[in-house]
């Protein structure tokens, strides 16, 4: 299974009388490009995850790799979330979840 999910956000603003040596245009475009990609194995699902933030403003370029991480056989492996962390904070990881009696949770 593969999905590729995208979100562009085009924003133009006119600033009015502009100062010297200020433009009173700005531009400013951003893009969100997320992956998603799995495959059965032996061992169980494998999956790459990668979400990457880019962004132009008057010309000056920004990107951020948000999340990019693969699981497979219970590993966890890269930039994701912290399991035990509720405020949304970002960590690179090596984390391990074990499955007992072919139970899942629901």
Known sequence: MERI???YRPDCRYAGRARP???????????????????????GTLRAFGSIHMQNEDGVFSNNAARAFIQWAGFTIGHAQSFSDHNGTFRRKLHYTAQFNNSKHR
Do not use: A, P
């Open 5 to 7: 999910w995208r979100t």
């Open 21 to 43: 040596y200020v433009s009173r245009y700005s531009t400013r475009h951003r893009i969100n490009l997320n992956v998603d990609v799995r495959t059965q194995t032996n061992y």
